[in-house]
């Protein structure tokens, strides 16, 4: 007896998932998030405040976007929303999100999924040409 397939999940698949479902696409297969914990929601603000105040205050061009903001880094197998892009581009950008590789992306661990920010995206990023990622453990 042949083995079942693994479903492949396409952009369309992720588009079409409920407004109030958490989830990223990623190498074609969809992960679901939980809901952020208060201290993660307080570290993600206290960045993206920071990071956008000294962004303005050199005068850059660069925008700060905080989660949930889709980041669609190659053709139809891989959207992610970062805690935190910082995006030079403006090119990158679309009513959807981004398209392309930001410059700097930071994500805030979670105890549960530790894995998938230190290895999976750690790789994912690297591959798809993110110049600079941060990950922030809050513990």
């Not at 050199?58 to 995006?87: H, M, Q, R, T, W």
């Amino acid at each position: 007896m042949p083995l079942p397939q693994e479903r492949i999940y396409t952009e369309d698949d992720y588009n079409n998932l409920p407004e109030d479902v958490r989830a990223e696409l990623i190498d074609g297969q969809i992960y679901y998030q939980a809901a952020p914990s208060r201290i993660h929601q307080e570290i993600l603000m206290e960045l993206a405040g920071t990071i956008r105040d000294y962004i303005r205050s050199k005068g850059s061009p660069c925008k700060v976007y905080p989660a949930s903001f889709a980041v669609k880094l190659s053709e139809d197998k891989n959207i992610v929303e970062p805690d935190i892009s910082v995006i030079c581009n403006p090119d990158k950008l679309t009513d959807r999100g981004c398209t392309g590789a930001p410059d700097w992306i930071i994500e805030i661990v979670s105890p549960g999924n530790s894995s998938h920010d230190y290895i999976r995206k750690l790789n994912l990023y690297a591959d798809t040409g993110v110049r600079e990622y941060w990950i922030v453990n809050p513990t």
